[in-house]
Every structure is written in C-alpha cells, then in structure tokens.
C-alpha cells in the first residue's frame, strides 16, 4: 500500500521548525505555515505553503493532503478539518510539548492539553511522555532533535573554550531578571564570551526582559544575544550551558558538557529535576567561579549528566524521523482499511 | 559655577520654585556662581551642563523630561537630584495599590532611568522620611549620599478666616473618597471641595467649587476654618498643610502626608517646624557647598563603532515614529557612522530629516551588508517579520513596535527611552519633518488657487482613511463634521485622499463640500500642504502622523487602536477614542457622534491659543517684564502694539521680525519655544487671521457643551 499524501504544519514561531526539518531529512512533503520566518526557513527546502490559520484547511484541501503532521497545539483538528473533513491530522512534539507535567503542576497545558485528545495519532519522544498522554493514539518515536544532532556536525564540531551559552526560560522561570547584570559581569570578570539565546517566547510576551539583555549587549562587548531556529547550531560552538528550567537545558545533554543552573525565587521545587546534572548557583551565590570552573573542568557533573541523558533520550539512534514516519503509514493503512 | 535646572522659572508661585529659589539665593550669598535654566530647553541644560562644576536637577515634568532624566543620568557632571515629587513614577502619584502599571513598574524604563539618575548623583534630596521611603523602593538607596530636607515654607497670606466651612482639594478618587468620608462623619461642618469634578455621590454638606489658579486655590486653603489633608497617595511633604501649621490654624491630614514623618501633628507648634525648616536647608547648602570637585562619575555609554537602522515591513506612520530614534543614533555616532534601510516610499518621504546615509529597503541585500555594521537595529511591526537568517556572531537588536514594554507611553517615546537606558540621547523629542520651502511655495499656490488664504482662513485639513478600514471613522461623519466646521467657523476644508480611497472621497463629497481636494499626492506634497492647516483631522493613519510631524495640531479619531500608544505625537493634540462598555478601544467607530470630534476640535482650537496663559507668565518671567495686577498682560500688550517693542526684550522682538512673514506655528516653536509662542498668541503679538474666529469657536463651544 502507498504512503499517505502527507503535509507538514508549522505555526509562526521558530520553535516549531526543527521537528519539521527533522521530518524532512527523512521525507519530503509540503510545509504549511502561518508564519514569515517559517516560510522564509524552509522556501529552499521544501515548497511551501503560507496562509492565515482560517485558510489552512481550504489550502490543506486544495493539494489533497491525506496526513498533515502538526507541531502546533494551538491550530486544533477541526480547524484544519473544517473544509477538509478526511484529513488526519497527527501531532507530534515540539520543545514545550517535551514536557511531562501540566503548567504550574496543573493539568492544564503540554501533554494534558485538551486539543490533544483530538489528534488522530500523537507522536512523542519519550517512555514518560507516553505514559503521561491521555490520547489512546500515542506512540512513542523517539526525540527529532537529537536525529538532528546525530546527522549534523554538531559532536564533531571544534568548540570555544571560551564561551558561555546562557538559555533562560521565559515567564517566571526567567532567570534573566534575577540574574542579568551578574551574569554579564561574571562573564566579564572571568575573560569569557557570553551568548544569550532568549526564549522564544520572550519576544512576544517580555519585551522588557528583552530590551533589557539588548541594553547589556550595546554595553559589553563580550555579551551577545543570539537568534537562531535551531539552538544546535549555537550550542556546538559553547564550552558550557548557563540555564534554569528551560527545556533546552535536556537538548544540552547531546553535547555532554558542563551546565550552570541559576536558581532563583521564580521555580518550583519540582521544576528543578535536572539541577543535579550540573552546578546550582544560589541567588547571591559566586557566579563567577561556577562558571570558571565549568569552563575549566568538561568532567564535572559527567556522571550525572549521561545519566540524565540516558533516562531522556532511550532511543538515541538518530532514527525518530523515520519511525515517525513509518507509524503514520501504518496508521494509515488502518486509516484506511475502514 | 553651579547650574540649577528646573522645569518652571523659579518666579512661579509654587512651594517647588520658592524653595530653590532659596537654594540658589543661599549658594550665592555664600560666594557660588549659580545659572539657571529650564528643562525645556534640552540644549541649553546641555550648554549649562558643560560648563557646569555641579548640576542641580529639580523637578522635571513627568512626561516631557523623561529624556533629559536619560541624558542627565549619563552626563558625567556632579549632581545634586532634589526631588520634590516621584519623577519614576508614569502617573506621578504613587497611588501604586490602585495603578494599573504595578505589576510592571519596577521593570519599566522610567524607573531604570531614574534608579540610573539616582546611582549617577552626588547628593539625594528627599523632603521627608516618608517621601524617602516611597521613593527608595524604586530607585535604590544611598543613604551616604542622602540628605532630608523640609521645603521653604509659607504662613497663610491673610488673617481672615470663613465661617466653618472646611476647604480641601482633592486630588485624585481615593482622597476624594476620604474626604467624602470625613464630610459624612461631620455632618454639622459645612465642607467645600475645590475639586474638578466628583467622584461619586457627594454628601449635603459638601460644596463643591470650580478648580482655579494656584493663588485662589491658597486663598481657599488659607481662609478655611478647618483644613483637610486626608491623602490617600503619599504626599513628600504637605505644603499646604504646613502653612496653617505656621499660622496656628485647625488642621487634619493624615500619616500619608511626608510632614507627619518628622513627628509633626495638627497639635504642633509653628516655631517647631520654622526650626526644622531652618536646620535642614542649613544642612543642604552645607554639604552643596562641602562636594569634592574632584570626583566625577561616568555613566556607561555604549561602544558603538558604526550601526545599521533597518526598518522594514512598516506603515508610513510607523517610519515617521522612528525620526527622534534616529535623530539619536545619527547625534550619538556622527552621520558617516549611521546607515538606514527604510522603505522607498518612506525614504522620500523622510530621507532627508536625518543626518546618516539613507538606502532603499528594497534594493538592500541586509545579508551580503550586515557584517559591515557593528550594530544592526532591525525594526518591524511584530517578531513574525524579524529576518528569519541565524544571528549568531553580530550585535543584532530586534524591536519591535507593536510590542513595546509600555503600553501607556506612545511608541516613540518607548525608542527614546530604550536609546536613554543604552546611554543614548537626542535632541528630538517628538517626531518632526521640515518641508522645504519650495514645497512649501507649491502647497501655498496650490491653496490660493483653490480660494484659500493660508494667512487669513482658518484651514482644517480632514483625511478619512487609514491603512485599515476597520480604523476608520465613517466617511459621512467626516463630511457632516466638514459642514458643521464651514457653517459654524468658515473653515476652509482641504480633503486628502490616501491611497486607494476613492470611495472615501466619494461619500464625503456627496455629503459636504471641500475647497481643495488633494488626491494622487506624493506624502511630501500632502505633508507641505498639511503644514498650512490651522488643524488636522484623521484616523490612525500615516497621514495624521504626517500632519503631527509638519506642525498640524491634530485631532485623532481613533478605534481599536491605543491612541496612549499610536496617537498623535504633537504637543498640541486631541484624541476622541471609540470604548466599548468595558472601557477599551473597539472598532466600532460608528458609535462616536459628530459632535463628539467637533467639540474636540474646538476644545482644541482654543487650546492653541488660549488655554496656557501660564505659560506666557514663565516667559515674560524670563523676559523680565510684569504683568498687570489682574494677572493678564493687556499692558504689555497694548504698549507692544502702540509703541512697539520694550527696550531689553530681544527676544521678544524677534518674535515680532518673524511674526511678520507668514510662518506657521511650529517653525516659531521650533525657533522660540512653545511657551514664547504662546505668550505671543495670548498678547496678540501673533494673531494670525484665523484666530479672530476663535470668538466664533469660543461661542460655538459653549453651546455644545
């Protein structure tokens, strides 16, 4: 049996692009997008399709699209069904969607979203993510990001020795507001070049925070504020990660090098899981030593790093892509015999 | 020398004034060199703060002053910050429990400015502990360099006391309330409030009085059998309050009032509060006197060795926003120094408003250039627009405009302020665009050759377009406007078309007639046109942007869009904004009458010319002439018109040279100061032909109203 017309589904942020571009590598198909920079992203990879959320299921129809492979929570099923009532639509993970617990320990968002009960199939990276999904139509591919990492030069690559990536979260897990000038300072105090790489969602939703780290980067010339759609390609070049909770703190464990974790009063007990694969800084704590010392020392915290690294990504075969895809078609096949 | 700088000439009657008049009158009788000069004039402040051994920085305006606060904070002169009121705060008061910019506040750019301003001074002057301790939280504590001091105080001007009724003048809804309070609780004491307006129900026994001039409001004050201070805000000190103290007269206030933080009651003795007064005021001039020359701290500016501006998918009045950013950046690096990528169209338009290497957005290839720059400012409406290539290795700043971090500060004044935490000024505080003058000739013939006199007619410019119909005020409440404006002041209407809008100018045209109708233009052209509008009408559109910016007071009608943020940008403005029952801006533009923008328009009118004669006291304050005993300036005036210029009043003199040719209101403001102009206008010295039907406008007022 031939596999399905297939599509893929981006919203406008960037977070959304590496599941996509991993899903390419392994087979090509149209991208849709409601985004600028998506479509700008993919226009030579891919063709691409741009248009408003309410267009997506008329356009989505117009090719004659069987299987649309979606990142977004936001965009529900029915919406892209709405003129296209026998599409299947499949969701499948991005950075927030990684997450196993609900906002605020509610719930509420990630995988006990409610939209996610509606997609025809769900595809997720880990065993906790499939234990923790409601949707029956769950199964577990692996992680797309790291089938980046394997088919990229990223292990290979020559870092600097000299440079900090600080990767914060954004909202009250922010740790830019607590630790902003310190970290600039340390970063100076010890000859180190630090790179910012925000949230994404802090451009939408925190311009104060935002303008603030722009501000210290007119100022200092070893701080820099970095932008890209794929965090890989910033964090091959950085000897050691500064982070808090932020969900790229576990894409950090491909490298296995140090990370500095900057506590503050915003987190949650239990959002601090990863703390112990890496040095704590306390509020009012001695920055600039814990991140000398992680610039210095590439075995701190090994041990507990790739164990931490073992229990996230148990399917580390560079193949997420290719099982995803391969369980579309099956489910297809189910599709399709009924 | 010591410089003072302060937003109103120390002659005003204010408590503010009179103390640093004395300030200054102490340091000179001590043997200093004291300049003054007003806030207003940033480049003056400049000059005197070059030239300056030490800087006195008094109380500048919460809105205007923002950016000199900015450029004060940076300028490596020694600072003496007298704070007489909460510059860091957006709405002035400290109402903090009540103010919808809480949550935010602390990380606002007012507050990192004034925290700045605070750390960069040598001495920090609070009125009181409670004035300290309100301010403190905000802008940090320096308590080695902070001095308290109670201001210069006044007794009561009179002996006569009014029978039992208690005056007070409350300032915000929550003082209200507690002095409603207060009447109910005493229902025998007659209470009467000098109040704007009530705010809910007033008890029987409150009289309400019509607010007034600062001297009739001290009259009342000083007058009353019993003075109510209950302040629910934190007030720095209590002024008011300490001049019945001084007279031995009945007072209440309450412990938000920063008096009752030296331990001072309604019980206190005046001779208690003199010694205060005296000791303190003893103790500043000392330690002004006693600041080592010697030390000069330096803010932090930024290394910037050249910068891209590159602006891209934005609407004409977006552009036009971006003029005082760009005037920074172009005064801070130099014109060879500043490259900026702006729209085509755009660039027309404003290409030649600032001093920096101007490119066409389209033909620029930001990829194959951006290494060229030390800095790129990319600047669009929204994230989604940003370039979508990696930043990785450049100083790269996205802003975006629709995303500003606050939201009751209009777009360009979040730019400004972003550049004066960075560490840059300028001398632009508003957007503004000269028209040339032989485009300025063309508009002019253009008008007379459509019947309208620029010199004599009151000209009201009318644009019922947007880039967005949904911002659009009906076509037909546009034209009814255009009929009530040419029926009731002889306007002469000018009707602009904006692209694509022919079917807007056929419904005007089918409801009112226009003297000119200018369709097809560049935005240069309409630009110079608009500059010879008394007024300007229009919705949020580039073209009511462009009417702010070539001097037009405008009115802006406005829809679901903030008028705080996107609203028209000159000083002389007024917004009518459609709410919905929630109170928020909503598209529903048909809800606004007619006579809503009409009587804005009027307001506005009178406003040109009458509305701050306080202004034109601060001038001729500065000019060194009186005025007459009833506080208006019919002497000055007729001796101008009679015998002409006073001998010592240069400037003034020059007004007169200008005002012979034709010039428009903001050339003059741009030449002389808004306040120059206005005592102008008030003293007729400029009375251009079209202010004779303000009489008619004044008349028309009242009957709307």
Redesign the interface.
């Known amino acids: 049996m031939r596999s399905p017309r297939l599509a893929y589904l981006a919203e406008s942020g960037f977070q959304h692009a590496f599941p996509i571009s991993a899903l390419l590598r392994a087979r090509a198909a149209p991208v849709f997008t409601t985004g600028k920079r998506i479509e700008a992203r993919f226009s030579g990879d891919a063709e691409v399709i741009r248009t408003s959320t309410k267009g997506l299921s008329k356009a989505l129809r117009e090719r004659d699209i069987e299987v649309v492979v979606s990142t977004s929570q936001r965009i529900a099923p029915s919406t892209l069904v709405a003129d296209h009532p026998g599409l299947k639509v499949v969701f499948v993970g991005h950075g927030e969607s990684d997450k196993v617990f609900g906002q605020s320990g509610t719930k509420k968002g990630f995988v006990h979203a409610a939209v996610n009960a509606t997609f025809d199939l769900v595809l997720v990276a880990s065993p906790a993510h499939r234990r923790a999904h409601a949707n029956p139509n769950c199964e577990r591919i692996g992680h797309l990001k790291h089938d980046l990492f394997v088919h990229g030069d990223y292990a290979t690559y020559d870092f600097e020795p000299r440079t900090l990536l600080w990767a914060p979260s954004w909202g009250r897990h922010n740790s830019i507001p607590a630790w902003l000038p310190r970290v600039v300072e340390a970063s100076a105090a010890i000859d180190a070049q630090c790179l910012l790489h925000l949230h994404p969602f802090s451009y939408v939703a925190e311009p104060a925070v935002v303008q603030a780290a722009q501000i210290e980067m007119l100022q200092n010339r070893h701080f820099r504020l970095v932008s890209t759609w794929n965090i890989l390609d910033v964090m091959k070049r950085a000897a050691a990660l500064i982070g808090d909770v932020s969900a790229v703190c576990y894409d950090w464990l491909m490298f296995d090098r140090p990370l500095v974790f900057l506590d503050h009063d915003g987190l949650a007990e239990e959002e601090r899981g990863l703390f112990e694969a890496g040095t704590v800084v306390a509020p009012g704590g001695v920055l600039e030593r814990a991140l000398e010392d992680a610039l210095r020392d590439r075995d701190v915290h090994r041990e507990a790093r790739r164990a931490a690294f073992a229990a996230r990504f148990p399917d580390a075969d560079g193949r997420a892509g290719e099982r995803a895809l391969s369980t579309i078609d099956a489910y297809y096949r189910r599709w399709s015999q009924r | 020398m010591i410089g003072l700088v302060h937003a109103l000439p120390l002659e005003a009657p204010g408590a503010v004034e009179r103390t640093l008049s004395w300030v200054a009158s102490a340091l000179t009788a001590a043997g200093a060199e004291v300049e003054t000069c007003l806030a207003r004039d940033a480049k003056a402040v400049d000059r005197l703060a070059q030239r300056a051994d030490l800087l006195i920085i008094g109380e500048l305006r919460p809105g205007p002053d923002l950016m000199l606060a900015a450029a004060l904070a940076v300028h490596p002169v020694r600072k003496v910050l007298f704070n007489f009121g909460y510059g860091f705060c957006a709405i002035g008061t400290r109402v903090c429990g009540r103010c919808p910019l809480a949550g ?1 506040c602390l ?3 007012r507050v990192q400015i004034y925290r700045r301003l605070t750390a960069s001074a040598d001495l920090i002057v609070y009125l009181s502990p409670l004035h300290r301790e309100m301010s403190e939280h905000f802008v940090e504590s320096h308590p080695e360099r902070t001095l308290l001091v109670v201001p210069r105080l006044e007794a009561c001007a009179n002996d006569e006391v009014s029978g039992a009724a208690a005056v007070v003048h409350p300032n915000d809804p929550g003082e209200f309330h507690a002095v409603m309070q207060w009447a109910r609780a005493h229902p025998d004491t007659s209470v009467r409030v000098h109040a704007a307006r009530p705010f809910g129900e007033v008890p029987e026994n409150v009289e309400l009085v019509s607010p007034s001039g600062l001297e009739e409001r001290f009259a009342l004050i000083d007058g009353a059998h019993t003075f109510l201070g209950l302040a629910e805000r934190p007030i720095p000190f209590g002024d008011a309050i300490a001049r019945r103290i001084l007279s031995g007269r009945r007072v209440e206030f309450s412990p938000h009032a920063g008096i009752s933080s030296y331990g001072i009651d309604r019980r206190t003795r005046p001779e208690r509060l003199r010694g205060l007064e005296v000791e303190t005021q003893r103790a500043l001039v000392s330690a002004i006197l006693d600041l080592d020359s010697t030390q000069v701290p330096v803010g ?5 060795r050249s910068a891209l501006v590159w602006a891209h998918d934005l609407g004409m009045g977006d552009s036009i926003i971006l003029l005082p950013f760009l005037g920074a950046l172009a005064h801070r690096l130099g014109p060879d120094r500043l490259t900026v990528a702006l729209p085509a169209r755009h660039r027309a338009l404003i290409g030649d408003q600032v001093d920096a290497t101007m490119v066409d957005h389209e033909s620029f290839d930001v990829d194959a250039r951006r290494d060229a720059f030390d ?1 790129v400012f990319e600047i669009c409406i929204d ?4 370039h ?1 290539a ?4 450049g ?4 802003l ?1 405009l629709a ?3 606050n939201a009751y500060q209009s777009a360009h004044e979040n730019l400004l302020s ?1 550049l004066g ?3 840059i000024t300028g001398p632009q505080q508003r957007p503004k665009i000269t028209s040339r003058d032989d485009e300025r000739e063309a508009a002019y013939r253009r008008l007379m050759a459509a019947g309208i006199d620029p010199h004599e007619d009151l000209i009201v410019s009318l644009h019922p377009g947007a880039g967005a119909r949904v911002k659009c005020w009906p076509a037909e409440r546009f034209a009814a406007l255009a009929r009530l404006l040419e029926e009731e002041l002889g306007a002469k209407i000018v009707l602009i078309e904006g692209l694509g809008e022919t079917d807007l100018t056929s419904t005007f045209l089918e409801g009112a007639r226009a003297d000119l109708v200018a369709a097809d233009d560049s935005a240069r052209s309409v630009g110079a046109l608009m500059s010879w509008s008394t007024l300007h009408v229009g919705n949020d559109s580039g073209l009511t942007h462009l009417a702010s910016a070539v001097g037009a007071p405008v009115v802006g009608v406005f829809g679901p869009s903030y008028a705080t943020r996107w609203g028209p940008t000159h000083n002389l403005s007024a917004v009518v904004q459609a709410l919905d029952e929630a109170g928020q801006p909503t598209g529903r533009l048909s809800s606004l009458p007619t006579e809503s923008v009409f009587v804005a328009l009027l307001s506005l009118l009178l406003r040109c010319a009458f509305e701050r004669p306080s202004n034109a006291q601060r001038v001729v304050a500065l000019v060194d002439v009186e005025p007459d005993e009833d506080g208006s300036w019919t002497t000055l005036a007729t001796r101008i018109r009679t015998d002409g210029v006073p001998t010592g009043i240069d400037t003034v003199a020059a007004l007169l040279v200008a005002a012979i040719a034709p010039t428009r209101y903001d050339d003059l403001a741009w030449t002389f100061s808004d306040e120059l102009v206005e005592f102008a206008v008030v003293t007729g010295l400029l009375g251009p032909a079209w202010a004779r039907r303000l009489g008619a406008a004044a008349r028309a007022f009242e009957v709307v109203k």
């Open positions: 935010v990380r606002s750019d932090p500016a930024p290394d910037i800095v994230v989604d627009r940003f979508p990696d930043i990785v290795d100083r790269w700043v996205h975006q995303r500003q971090p972003f935490r960075a560490g």
